[in-house]
DNA sequence: AGTTGTGAAGCTATTCACAGCG
DNA sequence: CGCTGTGAATAGCTTCACAACT
């Protein structure tokens, strides 16, 4: 009921914002230690991943006290604590449905294994592609659409990611919720709706292309006022 | 640093927090008017795109006042409105580096074409894949990479993608810039570095998967107390 | 001396609630 | 009357600047 818990972990709530960062923090801190660096200081690190040095330190903060002052951080230690924050040292089935070139794309993406994640299932509808053997840090076998459930059963899946057309994302998105998966990564063209107490993310390539035009086309509209 | 400030277009800044959505109500607009929907209140709107009403007319009225009191919006005047904002109603080429299963899920990645993207130029090293031919609006052959500068030159690109592993990207994307490029979408697992006046966003895959899976930890932490 | 950790201030974004208009 | 548009209130996030600590 109540666990007294030695490491403090997060009682007060991380904001969203932090812990979008959090991963980036994680990401530069394996290729400093990967390049045999033992310790950072956030004036540093804040230059590697493109935030200020200020920024950097409240979020550390935010998860405790893993600095030393007058030294910096400790390059594992705090590896080590942003891993355990983000759940990374357990391990996480997902399953993947839709094997089109995005979904290919998705199991041909290396660094899942590495950071916890684990392809339990790839899915799609189509015979053709069913029994297909795809991925990057182990083969798995494609299966057919009908066998979501069971998949998700059998894996104890959590995570489901969608990367179906738009028209189908929405009957994928019910279907993984019925079958007990609480995490959405969506990638289709759609907005999803979802029950509370689930959680969603969308990535729409398109979409992110539009906000790019947008700032694209202020640069211009200047440029015709200067010249 | 005293700007004369005269700009013409956006005289009030659009916040970024409105730019990031307006593709998201954008996408719901044309799938409103395929339904032939001619008019549609914020109330609806907002929901089918998942933010409160509220948040959706402010955002409306910093583009200008494109409601009717009583009634709603037109669903065509807006959607031009919002196409002109975002810069739709213009032809953006762009160049994809990298043509691997994320270079080829883009590529294939219908849509572009009717919000004005047109794919000017597949790169990509491997010898074995230059002179394939790739897309879903029409087919574009892959050229070389050393061929980068002249693509961007002969089609006037603006906007690049990165699709390359993670080493590369860096490289790439100096490349890009002194080529003219001024926007820059990267994909790869890394945070690439670019001089002021140059706009990028950074999709990571394993990143967004990393977010979730802090969610998907705390929705347990809290069971495991309840139990 | 050097760098973290953090209140306080400043800024941006969201929500509220209702006046204004069709 | 119904729905938009928006000032005012609130919440959330970032930056500042310096005390605290090694």
Redesign the interface.
Known sequence: ???PRSER?AITAVPEAT??R???Y???LVALAERGATTVSSEELAA???VTSAKLRKDLSLLGSYGTRGVGYEVDYLLYQISR????T?D?P?VIVGV???G???A??G??SS???RIAGLLDPDPEIVGEKIGADFLVEVRPLDELEDVVNEAGV??G?IATPAHAAQAVCDRLIAAGV??I?NFA???V?VPS?V?V?S?????????????????L??E??RS
């Open positions: 009921m109540s666990l972990t812990v979008a959090l991963p980036v994680h990401r530069a590697a991943v493109g924050e983000l759940g990374l357990q996480w997902l089109g070139n995005l290919r794309a998705l041909n993406y660094g899942f950071r916890g994640f959590l995570i990611v609480r995490s990564m063209p759609h907005v709706v107490g959680s993310r990535v729409d390539l398109g979409l992110e292309l539009q906000v790019l035009a947008f700032h694209e086309q202020r640069k509209g200047r015709e006022v």
